[in-house]
Structures are given as structure tokens and as C-alpha cells.
């Protein structure tokens, strides 16, 4: 048994991550925090798992081997530091930062320490898109796109909040390679507020793209590789379409499978606690979490002025 704290406990952790850890307390002692009193004992109740208490200390009381930080973003760096210092294994909500000086900086941190820093991106564990990844070697273009009905956004944020997800998947997808110059395509509203943006990398033999569409009119989330001998397509992580010369081929994610496994939080989850127990691998290779930062920052870095 290990000793994981859990801080934050908004949508994103009630919804993707504590029924998760409710189902894996034959492995891990979980221990909750979070400054809203209330907050804590119902969802402690409602999970079914212990609590620390509502302050950073109460976790630091505790004999943690690693501690899931599902906090702001604006917080990030500063709890990955204090727990880094501390000897404790981390694993965060993505991004990690929105400066790649702090980004780095943390994972030199991690090296130093001989800890595991590990950023949760869920989709690189979903197993319709690992279908996609191990097709990688035969990859002519890469496009991964996520839509939203009609949520014009202020435009560092939705880079850094959903871009990311797609740009690490296309990067996943295509097996992180040595990328060029990107080309970029950011459209605007009178406002200010970001409509769309892509990013294009045109490698020796194949295409990545990454992009959001935020009043695409469809809330959806799409990933394709195309190969020589045919297409295959993920979309909303849960149905995987194969064409080719032959035909159409559909699979569902099937019915008893939860959907959090389906869109890759209980295998990554998984896969950190794996690591934490047996002193294993990162699941999520610095270098690789690296590159993706990298890559909307630097868009970022291009923005217009407004």
C-alpha cells in the first residue's frame, strides 16, 4: 500500500478522479484535502475516502509517498515545488506551468530529487488512441482537432486549457518526433476572443496538426491518422473508425467498459500509482510533457498584440 494525498476537489476531480481513486483503496491509503470544509466531509462520505483535512499542512502531516494536485493552474508551480522539496511524488493536472522556465525548472527539480513529476494527460492513456499510436511508423498525417459549440474563449487561456490536449495527443499519436517550424492559424473575434487556432508541423514524410474550433456549432473531439492502406478516426475517445479500400470498419468502446477507462483517467492513474509502488518510469516521459508545453508556449509567444 501507498500513501497518496489528493488537493483540490472541483469539477475536474469529482468527476474524473475521485471515483477513480474510490475503486483503488486495495492499493492506495488516499488522503483528501481541500480548503472547503463542507466540501471535504461530503465528498469524503460520498467516496468513501479518508480525510486529511483542509489545509497544506494537515497533508504534509501525513506519510505521503505521492500527492495528486488537482488545484488551479495558477497554482501549480508553487505546490509541485513545496512537494518536490519534500521528497513526495507528484502528479498534476495539466499544464504544469504557463512559463517554460518554471516548467523546466520543476522537472530539473523532480531529477534532482529522484521523484516522479508526472502531468495528467488523459488522453495519451485512452485506448482507442494508443490503437492510433501504434500505427505511428506508417503515419502520412496526423490531425487532431477539438470543437465546441459556440465558446468564444480569451486566447492564452484556451491555448494553454484545451489546446493542449489536442497538441499532445497529435504528438503522442505521431510518437513525439523531432519537430520543424510550425505554421500557425489563430482567427479572432472583434472582441478579442479566440474562435480557432491550429498549428502545423510539416515533417520529411508526414503532417501534424493540432487545432480547436471554439463555435464549430458541435462539441466534439477527433483524432486522425491517415496511411497509405487507409484512415482511422477517434472521436470523442470512444468510437474508432477504420476505412480503407476494403470497406468501413466501426468499433464502440464497449458497454460495460466505465467511461473513465474509455478516456484514459483510470489507466493513468493507474499507471502513476504502478510507478509510485515499484520506483518504475515516469508514464508520462519529462521530455516528452516538455515538448508539448513548448509547443503553446511558442504559439502563445506569437499571438497578436491586441
Not at 53 to 79: F, R, S
Not at 149 to 159: F, R, T
Request: proline fraction near 6%; glycine fraction near 6%; charged fraction near 20%.
Amino acid at each position: 500500500m501507498v500513501t497518496i494525498g489528493v488537493m483540490g476537489l472541483g469539477g475536474i476531480a469529482t468527476r474524473a478522479y475521485l471515483p477513480v481513486y474510490a475503486e483503488m483503496q486495495d492499493q492506495v491509503t488516499w488522503q483528501l484535502m481541500t480548503r472547503n470544509e463542507d466540501k471535504l466531509k461530503r465528498l469524503g462520505r460520498q467516496f468513501g475516502l479518508p480525510i486529511a483535512g483542509n489545509t497544506l499542512a494537515t497533508l504534509d502531516d501525513q506519510p505521503l509517498d505521492a500527492v495528486m494536485i488537482h488545484t488551479p493552474t495558477e497554482t501549480h508551480a508553487e505546490l509541485v515545488r513545496h512537494f518536490l522539496e519534500r521528497g513526495v511524488n507528484v502528479f498534476v493536472d495539466k499544464p504544469l506551468a504557463t512559463d517554460m522556465a518554471e516548467v523546466k525548472r520543476l522537472y530539473a527539480l523532480a531529477e534532482k530529487q529522484g521523484l516522479l513529476l508526472t502531468v495528467g494527460f488523459n488522453r495519451r492513456f485512452a485506448p482507442f488512441h494508443q490503437v492510433l499510436a501504434q500505427q505511428a511508423v506508417a503515419a502520412r498525417a496526423v490531425r487532431v482537432m477539438k470543437t465546441r459549440i459556440a465558446n468564444p474563449d480569451d486566447p492564452v487561456h484556451a491555448l494553454w486549457d484545451l489546446l493542449i490536449h489536442p497538441v499532445d495527443t497529435a504528438l503522442m499519436v505521431a510518437n513525439f518526433p523531432v519537430l520543424p517550424a510550425p505554421h500557425y492559424v489563430v482567427q479572432s473575434d472583434t472582441d478579442g476572443r479566440l474562435l480557432r487556432a491550429e498549428v502545423t508541423f510539416a515533417l520529411a514524410h508526414s503532417v501534424i496538426t493540432a487545432g480547436i474550433d471554439e463555435q464549430a456549432g458541435v462539441n466534439l473531439e477527433e483524432a486522425v491518422l491517415t496511411t497509405d492502406h487507409g484512415i482511422l478516426r477517434v472521436q470523442d475517445l470512444s468510437r474508432l473508425t477504420v476505412l480503407t479500400a476494403q470497406g468501413e470498419n466501426r468499433q464502440l468502446a464497449p458497454d460495460w467498459q466505465p467511461t473513465l477507462l474509455t478516456r484514459g483517467f483510470q489507466p493513468m492513474v493507474a499507471a502513476f500509482v504502478r510507478a509510485v509502488a515499484a520506483h518504475g518510469p515516469n508514464p508520462v516521459a519529462p521530455e516528452t510533457s516538455i515538448q508539448s508545453h513548448q509547443v503553446i508556449a511558442d504559439m502563445v509567444a506569437h499571438l497578436p498584440l491586441s
